[in-house]
């Protein structure tokens, strides 16, 4: 049962996901991921940013803000070969763009790790929504 539902899933982000969540092979104002950017400016620096769920790490090139270490993460591997692998839960001492697998609901990072939590739709796949938003503050700096 849990391998066809994950082939749903699978089949749903390989044949759906970029038609439903439209224009993110441009920076098109009608994108999710614009309007998620939107409050952000160039002059903006995050140090440590984590993305949770990022599927195919499409929402990088809609960030405004500096930043010195961003985590891509998500429960599947990322197909994305000019992204360094990095072991989930480690956050790199180099500047960079890292991915690694991490399940949003028990992520493997530190208390108040990083500066600033970035997801999109995720929340609404979750079963339990409110402990899930308390682990993503769990790992979230004060302020962030």
Request: aromatic share 12%; glycine share 4%.
């Amino acid at each position: 049962m849990e391998s066809s539902i994950q082939k749903l899933v699978d089949d749903y982000y390989l044949l759906f996901y970029e038609k439903v969540h439209s224009n993110l092979q441009t920076k098109s104002r009608f994108s999710f991921h614009f309007y998620l950017e939107s409050a952000r400016t160039a002059l903006e620096k995050y140090p440590i940013v984590l993305e949770i769920g990022a599927y195919n790490s499409s929402h990088l090139k809609f960030l405004k803000h500096d930043f010195e270490v961003y985590l891509v993460t998500d429960i599947r591997a990322i197909n994305d070969n000019e992204i360094l692998t990095i072991e989930s839960g480690l956050i790199p001492e180099e500047s960079g763009i890292y991915k690694s697998i991490a399940d949003a609901t028990q992520l493997p990072y530190s208390d108040e790790s990083v500066n600033r939590v970035v997801t999109g739709c995720l929340l609404l796949h979750l079963d339990d929504q409110i402990s899930a938003l308390e682990e993503w503050l769990r790992v979230l700096k004060p302020g962030g």
